[in-house]
């Protein structure tokens, strides 16, 4: 039996469990609220009581647990244990040894994998992409990050810096995206960007359910607000889907000539508008790729949820030997 803990760092939440790498059963599953706004330091104390009490909930079973492995949204030094900068969190958390300190405090070999990366590995191990030998993932959620498998390996490239699929461009003289460059798949098919083609469309008086149904509040409106309007046969919100759909299809079948995927799979939070968003990537993909087999790339959704980042840490973690 392999039992590792997963964690998963995110901007509001620290989730943790204890996870069956053989089986992928993820149990003494535990969430506290992040506080990022308390600081590096403080935040990884309430990391280290929170593995603390997932160790402690599951001591006295017949195994040991053998390790720790972390999520973290932003860039790392896997093979260091060092977080160089997490652009969405308070403080930016600049060039903390984050499994250093977690390893001295737990006694316990700690290892850390960029939170996209970890969801790749898990929905691959476990979900969605199960079987696959190569495939692309694309997390849209408030950005686009994403990852790649190529024969049976999660691609790392140098530092883990291997699907950041958000910032690949989609129009060369695109909108600027919070990264600096321009045009990236990011600016135009993330679930804010959604959002703000349904604000716009209801802001110029457009004829369309979408403001209505959260009562002209333009606060209110979400990328799940515009699928519902969508699903009730509204045009601006199906053409709002189809215009992302075949954005992010055009970044896939780019992506798709340079790895050869048999399955690209769509997760995060966007991702439970299920075809909607899948049909129009299914289409560009089709219409778009000339130069393999693509009648055999599969377009599927994501299976895991929230658990798929967890799922996929602790596997990088009993694969991978700790760095301190
Ligand atoms: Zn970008």
Partial sequence: ?????????????????????????????????????????????????????????????KFEVEGVGIGVPGVLNPAEGMVLFLPNLYDGWKNVPLCKILG?????????????????????????????????????GTGIGGGVVVNNQLVMGFNGTVGE?????VDPDGPQCGCGNHGCLEAYASGPAIAAMGIKSVIQGRTTLIGEMVDFDINKITPQIIAEAAQKGDQ???????HVGKLIGIAATNISLAVGPERIVI??????????????????????????????IQVVQAQL????????????????????
């Fill in 236 to 242: 601006i919100a199906k053409e709002i889907f189809e």
């Fill in 165 to 169: 699929l958000g910032h690949t461009m």
């Fill in 104 to 140: 001295s405090s737990l006694d316990i070999p700690v290892n850390i994998i960029n939170d996209v990366r970890a969801i790749t590995m898990g929905e691959w191990k476990f979900g969605a992409g199960k079987g696959a030998s190569s495939m692309i993932c694309f997390a849209v």
């Fill in 1 to 61: 039996m392999s039992m590792v803990i997963g964690c998963d760092l995110g901007g509001t939440n620290l989730r943790a469990g204890l996870v069956d790498t053989n089986t992928g059963e993820v149990s003494h599953l535990l969430s506290i609220p992040t506080l990022a706004r308390e600081g590096h330091d403080a935040v990884i104390e309430r990391m280290t009581g929170l593995i603390r009490d997932v160790m402690s909930q599951s001591a006295n079973k």
């Fill in 305 to 324: 949820g929230d658990n798929a980042g967890i799922l996929g840490s602790a596997v990088w973690a009993e694969i991978n030997s700790a760095p301190c």
């Fill in 267 to 296: 997760g995060g939070g966007v991702s439970s508008c299920g075809d909607l968003l899948l049909d129009p990537i299914r289409r560009t993909l089709q219409e778009r790729i000339f130069v393999m087999p693509k009648e055999r």
